[in-house]
């Protein structure tokens, strides 16, 4: 199920998924640790398909079952802290994302050895959520401080590293550095690119970023050659309703009418 995940293969991984979880209630009830942890899987496929009222469902869920065998300030319960502001981030709700967020990296923190991976790991996401709330100074400091960290455990080349160069050239466009932005996500797509394949869905979600920079810099073509890309890869990954796939459609539509009224308009009179 993690492989399909991992490789895109959202359909198939949230099939497999939810058989686990109902061989589990079966044989050991609705309350298993185990359940939990399957849940959370679940969850994560839901995220990452679009399909959110779903995930959520699976993450409260496996949130009670940790609770009622008294953890609340585990890893576990740190994790799902994490995943549930990652979905609420999302959906486009970075105020509710937030105190999800800060929740988690508190009980991570507070944990006698805490993982720093982990931690890493929680500090970038929560900077992902800081750049849209507008907080792009403590974003920036964590995003490098999770950079190194990353770069220390392993190497200049790896996943959480091409995320986090993703999530700092997305800060970097927030600030109105379009070409400085452009560079930083390009390395991130080339990253993501060689650990997973072009047709991955992750890759999309950089592919509409680097769209947004092209269409601020006014170089169109890239863009809709950028949303293109994004569109194909997504459209059979992903729920129609997924927010970067609309957003995509959106923008490349948006392209395409400028380029049509500037094409029918009559041209100004020389000089």
């Known amino acids: ?104 990296l508190a009980i991570r923190e507070a944990l006698a050895v805490p993982d720093p991976r982990a931690v890493a790991e929680d500090k970038a996401a929560l900077a992902a959520i800081l750049i849209d709330l507008g907080h792009l100074d403590e974003a920036d400091a964590m995003l490098r401080e999770a950079l190194r960290s990353y770069e220390r455990t392993y190497g200049p080349v790896h996943y ?28 991130a797509r080339d990253m993501k690119i060689s650990l997973l394949g072009s047709e991955h869905p992750d890759v999309a979600i950089t592919l509409h970023n680097l769209g947004c920079c092209a269409t601020k810099l006014g170089d169109t073509i890239s863009a809709q050659e950028s949303f293109t890309a994004a569109i194909e890869v997504l459209r059979l990954a992903v729920d129609p309703s997924h927010p970067t796939l609309l957003s995509c459609r959106t923008k490349l539509d948006q392209l395409r009418g400028d380029i049509d009224l500037s094409a029918t308009s009559a041209p100004s009179r020389p000089a």
């Open 160 to 187: 959480e590293i091409a995320t986090t160069l993703h999530n700092l050239g997305s800060l970097q466009y927030r600030n109105g550095n379009w070409p400085q932005a452009t560079d930083t996500l390009r390395t």
């Open 1 to 104: 199920m993690r492989a399909a995940r991992d490789a895109g293969q959202y359909h198939h991984a949230e099939q497999l998924a939810r058989a686990a979880v109902a061989r589990i209630e079966r044989r050991r009830g609705c309350n298993a640790v185990e359940l939990a942890i399957w849940l959370n899987e679940l969850g994560m496929i839901g995220k990452y398909r679009g399909t959110f009222v779903d995930a959520e469902e699976a993450y409260r869920r496996a949130l009670v079952i940790y609770q009622q065998h008294g953890e609340s300030a585990s890893t576990s319960v740190a994790s799902l802290m994490h995943n549930l502001a990652g979905l609420a981030h999302a959906k486009g709700d970075p105020e509710a994302a937030e105190p999800l967020a800060r929740r988690g």
